[in-house]
């Protein structure tokens, strides 16, 4: 065995985070490690690289226990890991962030054709297309994660974690990635690869453990697993159908944007959104879908020749007049942009609300709590009480309380990015019921995803874009995965 | 009242922060008691009514200016030119009252008005051009010392006019005039920080300024005015301190910035925003009174004076790294 765990917990304050769990990894062997947000996974990928340290159990890499532990000694093991936030230095190249702290020397002094040769190597060897003496601050998100990627190969080692790879991952990289994987895993590696996605661990993976409450509940051979299955596994009961049910006839138009552009990514894009719709923009990286609802939020400059939203016909330069023509807005980065995470359910869910709570400027608190009440109850966040700090939520309940807090507001459209990135399997389907929810109620959303599976199940109309331009316009039924993907490539 | 039931301190509604905040409060008061019952030991002057009339007279300078910079730091922002405002303003009002004989309550108002304007100038910085309040404070500390220095030539100026006089010896019910300011500006930030919109909006923008400039939050406006209101503020210590001294003195308030910030961390206000409490600032202000006071009864040499206070500042930011779980944390915030 490469790596074995045996009888690890984990408690924080209160919660049991891990509970007693064994499992082990071959060599040569993709495992995948599937679980809900709080099932345990994050604290068992920290316990194997040195950030944590387990309460009770032992870790063995070749037989021999791991010493508790520290970064550097996991990695010194043969552990690597690939964490979901970045961590790379901005204003550094590429080949530096590659190389960092093991920069090649020569006589005492580093050895730039050496980097530059053995980099461009590493970025081939995963099918990036930037070189490698560009800053890693000037790459998309996407290609950042390839950089930590490469970085995790170039420095070798026998163990690769993957912490959610294909997260921030267009569908086309998303290939390249599982077919690096695979290579990976034919070289001889041990990967641990952590996902959301199950039509990944069904291409690539050839075992899948599932954990759920900090226990194991399952570990399927490649034989045993289907979709249905690990489904069941990882949120303890069948999956509802999904709530894709028919929409309102769409209304009258009540958003217009004409020629949107926006640096040099959105090139010109024109469209309208009607009354009772989901609009999806659909594309890959740097195909311009993710400039749309910032552009629109006020959030990025941009430009367009004629715009008809709400009372307004420019642009709004910032989100408060957006706010102010109807427009709500939840970012991708809901940790950053989308919520205070040190603030309670209610302060959050006050947020955009505070001009229209109450006349004056005095803050009437019983008003607070009962419209934090009200959203918490209609959107079943699952939460202690509405002062419970946000940053103890799940992502699933987190991300609902991003939405719903502009559910008061008389708002007419909803942009959302991403609206499940990071949400476990069990919640998506009330995310999908809450934006729905708006639409019903006569309002629309827009809603911009690289994840054709998310668009599939909850638009109504998409628009595929291109290089910074639509390129079509598929309705329901048509839209599916695939014809997403046919139309996007 | 109705609304008390559902304020911001309803258990229900902060049960988590609630619980620290009771035991950060006793933990403060504490301190204070243990340095209180040590003084008095060693001193038999401490624990005299003059004497701790005294105490809330010294604080009451420094008091003004803590309760705003609370705000402040809630919102992420750090004022280091308060030192420097209150020697630039006290030598304004004196300027004007004395040598010019403009009325008093106008002296008062250029010494008001001028906080503004300085606060104004580093809010412009601040939130206009988007640079780090530190660094920005830090400029306009040296600027407006030497601007205090230039209107009598580095010179100091006496006051003379009773009214302004009156502000560190009148008394009320025992307490002098600047004691009772101090009060009123405790009470009224407080106040407007639990259960004003705008008071909440300041935590919001300090919790995630993204966050709250996507909801529609006018963060840059906030900024700019409570760098606005800390200069006022400091203005008005100038005032009290020309008041208390009877000498306006181009070098006076050196260092004061430092014992304002220290009494908000001690109180448990957190510099990484979005966190902290007017009221627990006024335990700090206080803890910070009777340490000088005490040191000074008990002929603590200047030099260790200093160093105390020193120390106590980066006490009180060990303290809110630790809590915050930050020391764990990446290498830098």
């Known amino acids: 065995m490469a790596l074995e765990v045996i009888g690890v917990s984990k408690r924080f304050s209160g919660v049991q985070a891990l509970d007693d769990v064994t499992m082990a990894f071959r060599a040569g062997e993709i495992c995948a490690l599937l679980g809900e947000n709080g099932a345990g996974k994050s604290t068992l990928i920290k316990i194997l690289s040195g950030l944590y340290t387990a309460d009770t159990g032992r870790i063995l890499i070749d037989g021999a226990v791991l010493e508790p532990s520290s970064v550097v000694g996991a990695q010194t093991a043969g552990i690597q890991t690939v964490h979901q936030e970045l961590e790379l230095a901005p204003v550094l190249s590429v080949e530096e962030n590659l190389f960092m702290g093991r920069l090649p020397l020569v006589a005492g002094r580093v050895d730039w054709p050496r980097l530059r040769w053995e980099s461009e190597q590493a970025l081939l060897q995963i099918g990036a297309k930037f070189s490698a003496d560009i800053l890693v601050g000037q790459l998309g998100v996407s290609d950042q994660q390839l950089v930590e990627i490469a970085r995790a190969l170039v420095r070798g080692g026998k163990i690769l974690i993957l912490d959610e790879p294909t997260a921030a991952l267009p569908p086309a990289e998303v290939k390249r990635l599982l077919d690096t994987v695979l290579r990976l895993r034919n070289a001889g590696m041990t990967i641990i690869y952590v996902t959301h996605r199950l039509n990944e661990v069904l291409q690539i993976a050839d075992r899948a453990i599932v954990l759920r409450d900090g226990r194991k509940v399952a570990d399927c051979t490649r034989d045993e697993l289907n979709r249905s299955t690990l489904v069941r596994h990882i949120i303890g009961r069948d999956l509802e159908t999904a709530t894709s049910c028919d929409s309102l006839a769409a209304g009258e138009i009540l958003l217009k944007v004409e020629h949107l552009a926006c640096d040099s990514e959105l090139q010109d894009l024109s469209f309208e959104a009607k009354a009772g719709e989901v609009l999806g923009f659909f594309g890959l990286l740097g195909a311009g879908q993710a400039c749309v609802a910032p552009a629109l939020a006020g959030v990025r400059h941009a430009t367009s020749s004629a715009v008809l939203m709400g009372s307004r016909t420019t642009l709004p330069a910032n989100p408060s007049e957006a706010i102010d023509a109807g427009l709500g807005f939840v970012p991708i980065d809901r940790k950053v942009s989308g919520l205070a995470l040190s603030l309670s359910v209610m302060e959050n869910i006050a947020m955009p609300n505070w001009r229209s709570l109450g006349s004056g400027s005095r803050i009437e608190w019983r008003a607070v709590r009962d419209l934090a009440e009200r959203v918490i109850e209609r959107y079943r966040v699952k939460c202690s009480d509405s002062g419970q700090k946000v940053a103890q939520l799940s992502g699933g309940n987190q991300q609902k309380i991003a939405i719903s807090k502009w559910s008061e507001l008389p708002l007419s459209g909803l942009l959302v990015e991403e609206p499940t990135r990071g949400v476990d399997v069990g919640a998506r389907p009330e995310i999908y019921a809450a934006l729905r929810q708006h639409a019903d109620r006569g309002g629309y959303c827009i809603l911009t995803s690289s994840d054709p599976g998310e668009i599939a199940s909850l638009a109504d109309r998409v628009i595929v874009m291109r290089n910074g331009r639509a390129v079509s316009q598929l309705r329901r039924p048509d839209i599916t995965e695939a014809s997403l993907m046919a139309a996007a490539l | ?333």
């Not at chain 2, 403060?28 to 001193?43: E, Q, R, T």
């Not at chain 2, 006051?159 to 009148?170: D, F, P, T, Y």
């Not at chain 2, 009864?297 to 260790?304: A, D, G, K």
């Not at chain 2, 105390?308 to 060990?318: F, I, T």
């Open chain 2, 1 to 333: 009242m109705t609304e008390e039931a559902a304020s911001p301190h309803d258990r229900r509604l902060e049960p988590i922060s609630k619980r620290r905040l009771l035991s950060q409060d006793t933990g403060l008061v504490l301190v204070l008691l243990a340095l209180a019952v040590g003084f008095s030991i060693y001193s038999p002057y401490f624990l005299t009514t003059a004497n701790l009339s005294n105490v809330l007279l010294s604080v009451s300078v420094i008091g003004c200016m803590a309760a705003v910079s609370t705000l402040l730091i809630i919102s992420r922002g750090l004022d280091l030119s308060l030192g420097s405002m209150v020697a630039l303003c006290g030598m304004l009002t004196a300027l004007t009252v004395e040598q010019w004989h403009w009325p008093w309550p106008l002296g008062i108002a250029v010494g008001l008005l001028v906080g503004a304007l300085c606060g104004a100038l580093n809010g412009v910085l601040i939130a206009g051009l988007r640079i780090n309040s530190i660094i920005v404070t830090v400029g306009s500390l040296a600027v407006f010392r030497g601007l205090a220095y230039l209107i009598k030539d580095g010179q100091s100026l006496l006051v003379e006019s009773s009214a302004i006089l009156s502000l560190g010896s009148l008394r009320f019910f025992g307490l002098t005039v600047s004691v009772w300011i101090f009060a009123i500006v405790f009470a009224v930030v407080w106040f407007f920080s639990a259960h004003f919109k705008t008071g909440r909006s300041i935590y919001a923008m300090g919790a995630s300024p993204k966050a709250a400039w996507i909801s529609g939050l006018r963060v840059l406006q906030l900024r700019f005015g409570l760098f606005v209101a800390s200069g006022v503020s400091a203005g008005l210590a100038g005032v009290l301190l020309i008041g208390q001294s009877g000498t306006a003195i181009p070098g006076s308030g050196m260092g004061y910035e430092l014992m304002v910030i220290t009494a908000v961390l001690l109180g448990g206000t957190s510099l990484h925003g979005g966190e902290g409490s007017v009221v627990r600032t006024l335990l700090g202000v206080l803890i910070i009174g009777v340490l000088n006071n005490g040191m000074v009864l008990t002929s603590v040499p200047s030099f260790y004076q200093i160093i105390a206070n020193g120390a106590l500042l980066l006490a009180a930011v060990v303290i809110d790294q630790i809590r915050n779980g930050a020391h764990k944390g990446p290498i830098e915030s």
